[in-house]
RNA sequence: GCCGAGUUAGCUCAGUUGGUAGAGCAUUCGACUGAAAAUUGAAGGGUCCACAGUUCGAGUCUGUGACUCGGCA
């Protein structure tokens, strides 16, 4: 008997709205398989209508992981989802079931794709804000030479115009006691992985895109965000920066109409869309993409995927 | 009909005493291993309403016309 191969997971990856859950559960209906998400906003149980996550009817076509399983008063970090994620693969191979992975959260996928490692290390509130009050004082110009200083290698990858991202080189630094940069390896590979991809025309995705927003407000999205604000939560809502609700809350509030707040969602939803496609290229040669369109994805996609399953 | 203001990038607008144009947003491409729906870099894109005049040279000055907005009849 030769010895047992990595665990095979299946990917599923393309620009948000393009309609990798549907796909994902079509896929599980057909072979034995449970789904993980991948998303970074619908850990989160209170968020609804604005992160489109399944509907309780999609959860019964298919066992969906890591929805709902957390609250935006604790966010998640990205080491934290590592940790789930291959616990969860584990299981489901071990129950002869095929984990698949759907998701647009670049960072997310990449870092399961990859195995980084990614030290668990609690993210210190207090620390950044100091951090950022020193940068503010001396100057982000003056923050990064600074960096340059104690990190060499992780300053030269930071625009010094990123002060996020240099804030975190020191966060890292001052809490482990070791460089940013010497963190950053991949490890071996985990998984025998098979990424797919849906591909769409930009204009017919961002028609889909715009289409999905109003569905949103029809289906109660104002509502949702009043509820949550009233709940004493517009806070953690900021915070966590998901597109639509901090839109939504600048018009209850009065800063702008709502009109104002649908065009701005569209409008960063559509930049999130080319940020996600930085992440997802068309010409990587680890994705194998399938248009989105076509009637024959199903069949295509299936046939991919037995071919790979039975190697 | 008269008076005034305006017409410059896809949109909203800057443009100093005349030297063939800029910003924000949008669009496209990129970076990103501890916040990532975050943060961030770059690029493409203009017969400056039309025609005529003054001038070495006009987005800029003059005239005429077209269109838009406001006010008055």
Redesign the pocket.
């Known amino acids: 008997m030769s010895k047992q191969p990595y665990p095979k997971l299946l990917m599923v990856v393309g620009p948000?709205a393009s309609g990798k859950s549907e796909l994902a559960i079509q896929i599980a209906e057909k072979i034995p398989a449970e789904i993980i998400s991948a998303?970074?906003?619908?850990f989160y149980r209170e968020?609804r209508i604005?992160?489109?996550k399944p509907s309780l009817q999609d959860r019964k076509r298919a066992i969906h992981h890591l929805i709902d399983v957390g609250s935006i008063d604790a966010?998640?970090?990205?080491?934290q989802f590592q940790k789930e994620t291959s616990k969860l693969v584990k299981q489901i191979s071990a129950r002869q079931k095929l984990p698949i992975l759907v998701g647009?959260?670049?960072?997310?996928m990449?870092?399961i794709s990859?195995n980084?490692?990614?030290?668990?290390?609690?993210?210190d509130e207090k620390l950044?804000n100091a951090?950022?009050h020193w940068g503010e004082c001396i100057g982000f110009n003056e923050l990064h030479e600074k960096l340059k200083v104690v990190d060499p290698v992780a300053a030269a990858?930071i625009?010094f115009?990123?002060?996020?991202?240099t804030?975190?080189a020191f966060?890292?630094l001052l809490?482990?006691g070791?460089r940013?940069s010497e963190?950053?390896?991949?490890g071996e590979a985990a998984y025998d992985l098979m990424t797919i991809g849906l591909e769409w025309n930009?204009?017919a995705l961002?028609a889909r895109v715009d289409e999905r927003i109003r569905r949103m407000f029809e289906n109660g999205l104002a509502a949702e965000v009043h509820d949550l604000a009233a709940a004493g939560k517009a806070e953690q809502m900021r915070?966590?920066?998901?597109?639509?609700y901090s839109e939504v809350l600048d018009y209850l509030e009065g800063k702008h109409s709502l009109e104002e707040a649908i065009r701005l969602i569209e409008?960063?939803?559509?930049?999130?869309?080319?940020?996600?496609?930085?992440?997802f290229?068309a010409?990587d040669p680890s994705i194998e993409w399938f248009k989105a369109n076509d009637p024959e994805l199903m069949h295509n996609v299936l046939g991919h995927i037995q071919d790979w399953l039975s190697k």
Do not use: C
């Open positions: 948000t998303d970074s906003r619908s968020l604005g992160v489109a966010p998640w970090s990205l080491g647009g959260t670049g960072q997310y990449r870092a990859e980084w490692e990614v030290p668990e290390l609690v993210a950044r951090i950022q990858g625009d115009r990123n002060h996020r991202r804030i975190r966060e890292v809490i482990s070791k940013f963190q950053r390896r991949a930009r204009e961002y915070r966590i920066g998901v597109i639509g409008r960063n939803t559509r930049k999130f869309i080319r940020h996600q496609s930085n992440w290229k010409d």
